[in-house]
């Protein structure tokens, strides 16, 4: 299971942090990924780590906003999201790969978590 957490509303400017705590899975051989969907908006890849956290990638929209980092001993991944912008707007999900590259494409992910919402007020 998969479990993300840290959403909330927040202002322009603002920042978040998403947790993702997982169970039933050896977490520590696993790629994780970020995903978001907007209303009426398709699911898009936000960021993903490689299951030994040494490789990591952002979509071009969150670089240098957003860092996705993990905690093997906890199980846990995190996204740390800065400087938040309306459009930021959108419920995130975390998802595990089993091949633990830490894909961006969606239908590469074994395991999703529920949404967290994130809302960012202008």
């Known amino acids: 299971q998969l479990q993300a957490s840290g959403g909330g509303l927040v202002q322009a400017g603002g920042s978040l942090r998403l947790s993702c705590i997982t169970s039933?899975?050896?977490?520590?051989?696993?790629?994780m990924g970020w995903f978001r969907q907007a209303p009426g908006k398709e699911r898009e890849f936000v960021a993903a780590?490689?299951?030994?956290?040494?490789?990591?990638s952002e979509r071009d929209s969150v670089k240098g906003r957003f860092t996705i980092s993990r905690d093997n001993a906890k199980n846990t991944v995190y996204l740390q999201m800065n400087s938040l912008k309306p459009e930021d707007t959108a419920a995130y999900y975390c998802?595990?790969?089993?091949?633990?590259?830490?894909?961006?494409?969606?239908?590469?992910?074994?395991?999703w978590g529920q949404g967290t919402l994130v809302t960012v007020s202008s």
């Open positions: 998802a595990a790969d089993q091949y633990g590259s830490g894909s961006e494409v969606a239908e590469v992910y074994d395991y």
């Open positions: 039933g899975i050896m977490f520590s051989r696993f790629g």
């Open positions: 780590i490689s299951w030994t956290g040494g490789r990591s």
